[in-house]
């Protein structure tokens, strides 16, 4: 990068935040890309949980092998197939519906994608405690659901939660591509602030939406690490 052009993309750096018109457009682009995500992680927890669960089921329970089948197809197909190719098809096709609310269609297509990651993590995070606590559940003259549900799955829980982060985490990344079903989030609105103009001008909106990225991925990894203290306390007291 020449010095004219360093120059030039400092220059217009600042003025991002000075231009009203900018800010207000990047704001709003920022709110679009937190509605999305968040209603998604909340699509993507629910489900992910609700699969999760399906899953772990022993596979003699007669009654859940078509529920175990639907959910294995469900992750094998989501986790299988492009995530802009899923918000395409839920845009065009399955909610192509006049007047339907493009954030509605993204929050959707997000969250399913999320809950087939999501149950895998959970999956395999309750799978990973040991088998004596089980046992010992048993022991203590518990059945098989008071057991999964006060000893094993806490314990699960506990080993997922980074898990779950890093999948938020890229959930929030992944919403910059929603500008294909015409919508405008925090990357669309630095494109389109930097958009029929010279590299540095171009440039600038695109690395304060980088920064916004930033800050919000610190934020959220700060919480998780403040979970994860916060459980290995408790564990410590027992």
């Not at 958009?195 to 695109?206: D, F, I, K």
Request: proline share 3%; hydrophobic share 55%; aromatic share 8%.
């Amino acid at each position: 990068m020449n010095a004219a052009l360093l120059a030039g993309f400092f220059k217009n750096f600042a003025k991002v935040f000075t231009e009203t018109a900018y800010l207000k457009m990047l704001f709003k682009g920022l709110e679009t890309t937190l509605i999305i995500s968040i209603g998604a992680a909340a699509i993507g927890l629910l489900l992910g949980s609700l699969v999760a669960i399906v899953k772990i089921t022993p596979k003699k329970n007669k009654f859940m092998l078509i529920p175990n089948f639907i959910c294995d197809v469900y992750t094998t197909v989501i986790r299988g197939t492009p995530m802009a190719l899923q918000l395409f098809l839920m845009a065009f096709v399955i909610f192509a519906i006049r007047g339907f609310p493009n954030e509605l269609t993204a929050i959707f297509a997000f969250g399913i994608n999320s809950g087939a990651y999501v149950a895998e993590n959970i999956r395999a995070g309750i799978l990973s405690v040991d088998r004596g606590q089980s046992e010992a559940g048993r022991a203590l003259g518990l059945n098989g659901r008071q057991t999964m549900l006060k000893i094993v799955v806490p314990q699960g829980m506990k080993n997922v939660i980074p898990a779950l982060g890093n999948e938020i985490i890229a959930l929030i990344k992944e919403t910059s591509i929603v500008s294909m079903i015409g919508m405008v989030d925090l990357t669309a609105a630095a494109k389109i602030i930097g958009s029929g103009q010279n590299l540095a001008t171009y440039l600038a909106p695109t690395a304060v939406a980088a920064l916004f990225y930033l800050i919000i991925v610190y934020l959220l990894t700060f919480a998780i690490k403040l979970i994860e203290r916060k459980l290995r306390k408790s564990d410590n007291r027992k």
